[in-house]
Every structure is written in C-alpha cells, then in structure tokens.
C-alpha cells in the first residue's frame, strides 16, 4: 500500500512539474509531463496484471479450460466497450468545443450544453452495457 502511494505520488508530482514547465514556458516540461503520463499507464498495466494473476481464484480458473465460443464471447465485449468509449471519446470532444464556444457567447445555455454532453457520453454507458451482456451469456 505505501509502495502504491509513493508511485502515485511520483506521477503526480511529475505531471505537475510537466505542466508547470510547459505553461512557464521552460524547455523540456513535455518530457516531464509525457513520462508522467507514460509511467502512470505503465503503473496501472502492471497493476493490473498482477491484480489479476496473484488472486486465487485465478489458479482455478485456469485449471478449467474455456471453449472457442467463450474467446470470441470475450473478443465482442471488449470491441463492444472499446468502439463505444471511442465513438463517446469522439463525441464529446466535437459537442465539448461547441459547448464551449456558445457557453463563452451565452452563458446562461451552460444547462443546455450539459444534457448534449451527457448525451454524447451515454454512448460509452451503452457499449459497456452491451459488454455486460455478452459476458453474462459467456
């Protein structure tokens, strides 16, 4: 557990120097702040891994053979997720700069822009729901 906190706390620390430097305009913060990223996604892989494989339970279920079907069961649920969180990711990004713009004009169409963007994020909730459904027939 103090181990966890000290890597977080490292990435933290890191991509707030990165920004710092960036926006102070000194040379090299894009790599502060690039290595912050690129350690904190190889921190939470790694944690992953281990999460999954030191778990007992992990050990029984590899004792027990999967079938053909449940792989490709196990391939659909992540593309499902995957090109929904994409298409959601792209979503938002379009309505966000929008929003964005006619929030800066009319401040007061702030509730209206919020119903748009929850909407655009709603896909990434259908995919995942999707997934849970192929998972639950796997």
Do not use: D, N, W
């Not at 103090?2 to 913060?29: D, E, N, P, S």
């Not at 209206?112 to 796997?138: C, D, W």
Request: proline share 2%; aromatic share 8%.
């Amino acid at each position: 557990m103090f181990g966890l906190a000290i890597c977080c706390g490292t990435v933290a620390t890191m991509i707030g120097l990165g920004y710092f430097m960036q926006h102070r305009g000194f040379k090299g913060g894009r790599i502060f702040y690039l290595s912050g990223l690129g350690i904190s996604s190889l921190l939470v892989f790694t944690g992953a891994a281990l999460s999954i494989t030191m778990h007992p339970a992990f050990a029984e279920a590899a004792a027990a053979p999967l079938g053909t079907g449940a792989g490709m069961g196990f391939i659909a649920a992540a593309v499902s997720t995957g090109l929904a969180c994409l298409g959601a990711g792209l979503a938002v990004a379009s309505v966000g700069s929008a929003a964005l713009g006619l929030v800066g004009e009319k401040p007061e169409m702030l509730g209206t822009t919020l119903i748009y963007l929850g909407l655009s994020e709603g896909i990434a909730i259908y995919g995942v729901i999707v997934s849970l459904l192929i998972l639950g027939r796997v």
